[in-house]
């Protein structure tokens, strides 16, 4: 196996290198800077999808592809940002099918990472792998034009699966230690209602997931989520409970939150309440299933 991995250098993609890597894997990633941001036991290749260009060398020999790259969405979404979110992931997956092609393969086995922010936001509905129930913001119509993206790849003939990640939880990056550092400050409180439902996966169990789905084909599209979401005043006061910090103040309204974060308040007050059939019948083992577990992990170090 060969897998080359863009976007390898953020959270998730530099834990599925680890997890590739120590299993004896041959790693190739590509990057935009590969000199600065180097990756033990892996091999940086350059690429500029912003003008489709990419190094041919990387992509001799590739059986496997992890695409991950684009811009965080953690950036406060001025008009112009909005463009980088949508354009770094399309010219990124055009990029990317201008390399398979340039494999010469005609059967590489591609993950592409997608987002559970393309189900509706409802409070009460669970979204499993069948449900065609989109929402209508911005990052719904994000999601949506990269998956149609991806699916070109697939058109051509390349065993395509889009992973619908959820609300990553990682000690040191993404979601959780924004979250965390208002109650660590005794500030805790929920964000918006709190009844919104979350639905997470351990950065470590999602690294082992696409370690497993490179091997295993599920099905064109996979939700990328531990069994047993929880709502968002339920997550906040795990970790609270787990920092030993007080957490009775009361919630943050929508509109103060959007005063403050925008349109990104999005992010925090939608609900997705979903389930992966797929995994939970599946050999896939979870290693956190309840997020008390993975929030213990986690904070405690
Ligand atoms: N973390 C989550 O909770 C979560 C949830 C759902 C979906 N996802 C999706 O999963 C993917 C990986 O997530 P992550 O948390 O690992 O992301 P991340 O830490 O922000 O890393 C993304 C990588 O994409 C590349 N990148 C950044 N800006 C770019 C741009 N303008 N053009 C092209 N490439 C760019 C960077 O690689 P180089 O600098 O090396 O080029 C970066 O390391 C993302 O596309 C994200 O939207 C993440």
New binding site residues.
Partial sequence: MVVLI????????TKICTELVKDGVEVRY?????SS?VIPGAKGFQWN??QFSFDKKAMDGVTHVIN??????AKRWSASYKK?ILL??L??LKTLEMAIEESKSSSIRVLS?????VYKSDLNFTHDEHSTSYGEGFLTEVVQQWEAQAQRISDKGHALSLVR????LDSD???LPKLALPVRLGLGAPLGSGRQWQSWIHSEDLSCLFVYLLKNNLGPVVNAVAPHPVLQKELLREVANILKRPFFLPPIPDSVLKLFLGEMAAVVLESQKVRSELLVNSDFEFRFKQVRGALTQLLKR
Avoid: C, K, Y
Avoid at 30 to 34: D, K, L, Q, W, Y
Avoid at 68 to 73: D, H, V
Avoid at 165 to 168: A, E, F, K, L, P
């Fill in positions: 863009t976007g390898a250098t953020g959270l998730i993609g590509f990057s935009r800077n590969p941001s999808p912003n991950l790259a684009g811009a965080t969405i980088q770094s992931r010219n990124s990472a997608s987002a559970i922010g990640i959820g609300i990553v990056q993404g979601a």
